[in-house]
């Protein structure tokens, strides 16, 4: 197995180095560099624009009390809350409290599960095969509650 260190160019390891205030965000950059096997000017572009803080899921939970959601994802002005289930029992006390918490703020909640792909009640469930067109799913569900 190759380091990583060797699997991007040094140019893109002092972007990476001078433009991140985190490990973590320096990690996620030379792990998007790798897979996405950017040039200097991309990366540049990535790093200007700020999107280690566009793309980066967030976690969210209250103190004291059993709430928690799996992560919040930013999708332009909007946030969130999302679940991901494993599991048959896809109830989720944590995201309605959130929408409690937060009544104008969530447009949509969104569970990742093995169940049907399906809009109820606020809640769009995606199926986990489906994962990778959540983005798609997201803005057509609301358009459809726009209606």
């Known amino acids: 197995m190759t380091p990583v260190v060797t699997q991007i160019s040094w140019t893109n390891h002092l972007l990476i180095m001078s433009g991140c205030k985190s490990d973590e965000e320096h990690e996620f950059y030379i792990h998007l560099c790798i897979k996405e ?8 572009r990535q790093l200007d ?8 899921p967030r976690y969210w939970s209250q103190n004291n009390l059993p709430y928690e959601v799996d992560f919040l994802i930013q999708r332009e002005n909007d946030i969130f ?33 093995l169940d ?19 983005d798609r799913l997201i803005g057509l569900a609301l358009e459809k509650r726009k209606q």
């Open 49 to 56: 624009s700020g999107y280690y803080e566009r793309y980066m």
């Open 81 to 113: 809350p999302v679940e991901v289930k494993s599991e048959a029992n896809t109830t989720s006390k944590s995201m309605k409290k959130f929408k409690e918490l937060f009544p104008d703020k969530v447009r949509l909640r969104i569970r990742f599960s």
């Open 116 to 134: 049907n792909l399906n809009l109820d009640d606020g809640v769009l469930n995606i199926p986990l095969f489906m994962a990778d067109q959540a």
């Open 37 to 44: 096997n950017y040039s200097k000017r991309q990366l540049e």
